[in-house]
Every structure is written in structure tokens, then in C-alpha cells.
């Protein structure tokens, strides 16, 4: 199968990062795009939330985060191209037979496959010191001396514009602008290095993307733009970035001794798709979706096992409880998201004719903490039919419908196209604290609040997929 490259893939991910980040997120108030009719028949439906809810909360209790610990604890890590991915892809189309569900495929996906080998930066001057780093997705490796060279300090790209190239030619750039929100920031990580070597520079870093720190940094995906020179790009802790913004404020240099290695070459994946089958329109698909991949550092349980999670249990539950809605539950395992939604974009150029029946796309991968409902793109009456749904989550204070066009990251390639679709919103206020770092791991998950966020996935998916009418376009 052909699929776009992975530079194409990177800039057109960055640029609906970037394009997303001028919309201003905003929560739904207006009520007049609902037909009186589908108002009713949606409220009929409280019968079945409670259902789903009850059964979460009781039988199915803590399910979810003991298959998901199981998950996390045998694999660990899930990097793109590598065989534990595999391995994890078959446990987990495996652990779906084993409950009864037989409707499962395969599609294979050519995906990147980088593996980070030694990575070292010690500081020379003006005193020594190791520094705490991460090496950028596909960054290039360092001579095996390494890089030695003096830090200047940046704030933002602005400010790098206006610096004459005279001044950084030769130098080690740090970039550290102080987070905000994620979509503002990232672009430092993302693009920083390409930037930094247009004027000169001999490497690039960035203080991690994060509002918090133990000393850790956080990793992600970078890409060398244009034909400019490849050079070194990591990340370092928020601690050792402010250190070096001091010191550089005062006027003392700073030098770094800058190591890295690591190999690049593509594998073969594979995207996992599982249906529920329809009774009235199978063909008609309502998604549930998240990322089995992860980054090489941490275990992968917050970004994106919760999220893989609860779109593996979206169809089980409903099976257990004999649901079955009039549309097809199809729930997708996208494979290689970190290194540019690879696996999206491979499914959405296979799947292309077939785009008009996608009813509705949901994914979560922007933590499981308590649901408080959903980021949804779409047009006014499809937002107003979802807020109709989401008032039947009252009782779990997850009934906020949020205003935003480009939600989500996978489903975004998806969304692009016309698709109406929506993210989970939940209480993510820490997941940046340790998203893409070694604190990836399951004391981030909390059991009873991955089961709020089971059961609420689960009966949103049902009744999109089982209401009368489809989702407007």
C-alpha cells in the first residue's frame, strides 16, 4: 500500500496542530439545531446509560485497568516498527476472541521505525554537569566525539529570526519557551531543529513541552524540513534549561558536550479493526479509537493504553450486555501515531470510497483521568445532537460538550475529510506532567475513574450508533 511520506506525514500533522491551536476551544450552549422528535427518542435512551454505567461499575469493575495493567506490565514500551509492537498487536487481537468477538482484520501499514541508542550531554563550562536528555523522534546521531559547542539561548522563533545568523552559526541552540498550552508549544519541538540549522546552528534543544517537571524530560516527534543541514535535536529537563537560561542571562558561557546515536529504517505494521455488526445498516461505522504504539521511554499505560483500553471494551461490553445498535461498532488500534499518525493516514487513503458511511469517529489519547465529556468537530445540528446525548451523564459530571474543530490526533486525518467526530474531555490537567517520559506508567491510572471513562465511552458510542437518525454533515 502506498502511503504518503514521512516528511509529508510530520508537516501536515504540524500543520493541523498549528491551525488547531488558533481555535478557540469553547463549551456548547445552543440548543436550537435539535428536531423536538430527536430530542425525545435521545432522552429515552437514559435506561441503557444507567445499564452500561451499573455494569462497569459493577461486574465489569476494575476490568478495564486490570487487562490494561496486564497489557502495559508484559509489554512495557510499544515503539513504532518494533516486534513488541507486533507482539502487543496479537495479545491484543487475542484477548478479543477470548471474548467472543471473531470480526477482526488486519491492515498492513509501512511505519518508521527509529531506535535510540547512547545519549549524552555533559556540561563543560561554566561548570560540568551531566544533563538529563531525550533525543527528538528520527533526530540524527552526533560524530562519535560528539558536538562541543557553545549555548545560545532562544526564546522563540521570533527572537531566533532576528538574531543574526553570524551569532548562532557554529552554536548549540536551546530553545525554552515555558508551556502554555500544548499546541502552542510544541511547535518548538516540532520544528525547532530545521529553524536552528537555516541559521547555522551545529545542534538544537528544547526544554521539554510540559508545565511540570521531577527532573524529567519529555520526548516526541520532530522533522527536518527542506534541504537543510540534519543536525542533533533533544530535549532537556525544565530544571537544566532554566539553569542554562541563568547562566546565559548573566553572561557566562555555557558549553555542552552533546553525544547521541540512534538508526532509522521503516517495518511493517499493522492497524487493528474490530466490528460489532449492525442489525439495520452494518455498513453505517460509528469508531471508537486509540493508539497501540508509544514512545521507547515509560510503559505507554497514559498515552495511549487508557485510550486503547476503553475502545477495546467499547464492543465487549456491549456484547456482554446484548446490545445491539442498528449501526456497526468498529473499533480501530492505530498503529505508529507518535511518528506521524502513520497508521491514520494509511486507513483513511484505503478507506477513502467508503467515508460516507463513517457516522461519527472518537478517540482518546489525551489521557483517561474522569470523564467530564467530549471535544466535538462537526456541524451545529451534529454538536446539538451530541449534547442532547451527553445530558444523560449528568450523574458522572460528564455531560460538557467542547466546541473545537480539530479534535484529537489520530482521528483529525479523518475529521479533515467532512466526518463529524469528537474526542473524550476529561480531567487531563495532569497528563502533561508526564506525557512522552519515563513516568509513563500505570500509577498515572486511576481504576475507578477508567471505568467512568469505560462505561461513558461505551454508551456515547452506543447511542450514536443506534439512534434513528444519522449524525449531520
Known sequence: MHVPSTKVLI?????????????????????????????????????????????VTGPFKR???????????KFGARPSGSKVLEDSIDYMIQLTRDEGITDIITETVEVPHWVRGNEVITMLEPRVKNIALLGLGRSVSTPEEGITAEVIVISDFEQLEATPDDYIKGKIVLYDPHFTTYSETVIYRSQGATKAAQKGAVAALVRSIAPFSINSPHTGSQTYEGNVTKIPTAAI???????????????????????????FDTKIS???????KGTEKPEKLVIVSGHIDSWDVGQGAMDDGGGL?????????????NLKPRRTLRSIFWTAEELGLVGAYAYE????????????IMESDEGTFAPLGLAVAGTQEARCIVAEILKLFESINASTLVEDDNPGSDISVIIKTGVPGASLHNANERYFWFHHTEGDAMNVEDPNELDLCTAF???????????????PR
Do not use: Q
Not at 36 to 52: H, P, Q
Not at 349 to 360: G, L, T, V
Not at 459 to 466: G, P, Q, R, S, T
Open 349 to 360: 487513503e484505503k478507506h477513502r470510497n467508503e467515508s460516507a458511511n463513517i457516522n461519527f
Open 457 to 471: 465511552w461505551t454508551a456515547v458510542a452506543y447511542i450514536i450508533a443506534d439512534i434513528s437518525v444519522d449524525i
Open 309 to 321: 483500553f476503553i475502545s477495546w471494551a467499547a464492543p465487549v461490553i456491549l456484547k456482554n450486555l
Open 63 to 73: 476490568k478495564t485497568y486490570d487487562e490494561l495493567a496486564k497489557f502495559v506490565d
Open 270 to 276: 499493522r492497524n487493528t479493526i474490530i466490528d460489532l
Open 11 to 55: 508537516l501536515l500533522i504540524l500543520l493541523s496542530r498549528v491551525n488547531g491551536a488558533k481555535v478557540k476551544r469553547k463549551h456548547y450552549t445552543d440548543s436550537r439545531f435539535c428536531d423536538v422528535d430527536i430530542v425525545t427518542e435521545i432522552a429515552a435512551y437514559d435506561t441503557a446509560v444507567k445499564d452500561i454505567i451499573e455494569y
Open 237 to 263: 529537563t525544565i530544571e537544566d534549561a532554566d539553569l542554562i537560561r541563568r547562566f546565559f542571562d548573566r553572561g557566562e558561557p555555557v558549553e555542552l558536550n552533546i553525544k547521541m546515536s540512534s538508526t
